[in-house]
């Protein structure tokens, strides 16, 4: 629970921050109102580190970029339009932003930019009442015209202004409702929650680049499941990643199997545990975290209800493979992060056949080849869906994935696993059976391949001639 006197304390540890001390001095000389505002006040007063300070003013643009210049080693202003100056102030980037007054259009999300005149204007047209406090510096002093201590103190999100203008003026803060959720543990006030449910078509006009950047956000917080959930319970989730919802799969008095949704979940919070133990400190693992939410999109449209009860998902994996390439790509996603995704949940069963019988060391190779940069993920996801309640199953399925990972580790060492190669170049190929550029090399360094995997080393005097005995063959 937040306690008010140790929040005052550290607000007043904010105000002597060297970077805001600076800042508040040199705004104050010039006769100008200062404050820090946003999520540094607010995570002061929770007693969360504290990044990214932001500041609001009286002073317009000019006035901000005149002031700022002297006490500072670089300065932008491609926010001017907005009324942000941002600057590096002894080493820290800051934003500065002008008192604003927005109103939206309704349609693109474009702001129309109104300077305002007071701070307690400013602070009512943003997100959430926890957002909208500042501190006042160099006098030290809490703004707070919204009830934002108060929704701390709850732990509730509430919007400043009534939540139907608030989420009609910017839809993107029902998704950010959603990442705070998760990032604070807050639940969504009510009314707020009911507000985007009906609104949540509105969401359309912000662009995919937006919103997978607050998908990135959420994925990244130390408990995305909570902001998924209220995503899935608003019904906002359909309007970008319809396949999470999708998961709630209905079950009837003759068929019965695991509930998919809540699987996959657990899946999501099994895959974050690990991460974090296998490598402590590193930073959050967005794919990694992506594929584990969606590694099971592919039953829904694969079910079949078969005689007797029995449910089947034949294939799930490389539907579901095929079906998050195209929503990560609708949304915009980098090539490399929509290539990680649809390979982990294209490969995400497979090791589950060696559970039932152990591979050969041909298997094992494959599976890393087929893995690549992947498999350290690969390795994560599958432990993390092992869900089953069954004690002794879970331990089998353990004790499976603990011996599969020696027996990669046993073979990278003696194979130098990570970088399977035939033994014997294109170059190679051409010159031992007298042809040039063409489909047979391809074919000749497939056949050396699949050897290599089979075999293992056997040399390339031995691999030259195996490929003479099968381009006679072939022949």
Known sequence: MLNMADGLARLGALAENPVVRTLAEAFSAAGYDLAVVGGPVRDALLGRPTHDLDFTTNARPDDILRIVTPISTAQWDIGRAFGTIGARVQGEQVEVTTYRADSYDGVTRKPTVEFGDTIDADLHRRDFTVNA??????????????????????????????????????????????????????????????????????????????????????????????????????????????????????????????????????????????????????????????????????????????DGGAVTFHHHDVVGSRMARKRLQSLRFDTATTTSVATLIELHLRFFGYAEGAWTDAAVRRYVRDAGDELERLHILTRADVTTRNKRKAGRLASAYDDIESRIAALREQEELDSIRPELDGNRIQSILGIGPGREVGEAYRFLLELRLDEGVIGADAAEQRLREWWAARA
């Open 133 to 306: 406090m500042a501190l006042l510096v160099p006098e030290v002093k809490l703004v707070d015209p919204t009830g934002g201590v108060e929704d701390l103190v709850g732990g509730v999100l509430r919007t400043p202004a009534d939540p139907q203008i608030s989420f009609g003026d910017d839809p993107l803060r029902m998704l950010r409702a959603a990442r705070f959720s998760a990032q604070l543990g807050f639940r969504i006030d009510d009314g707020t929650a009911e507000a985007i449910t009906q609104l949540r078509t509105t969401l359309g006009i912000v662009s995919p680049e937006r919103i997978q950047s607050e998908l990135v956000r959420l994925m990244q917080t130390d408990d995305p499941v909570r902001g998924i959930r209220v995503l899935v319970d608003t019904g906002l989730i359909e309007e970008f990643l319809p396949e999470v919802s999708a998961l709630r799969l209905e079950v009837d008095e003759h068929h019965h199997h695991k509930d998919v949704y809540e699987h996959s979940l657990t899946v999501l919070s099994q895959a974050i545990a690990l991460e974090r133990s296998r490598h402590p400190g590193s930073a959050p693992d967005v794919p990694l975290r992506i594929a584990a939410l969606l590694h099971d999109i592919g039953k829904p449209r694969t079910r079949k209800l078969e």
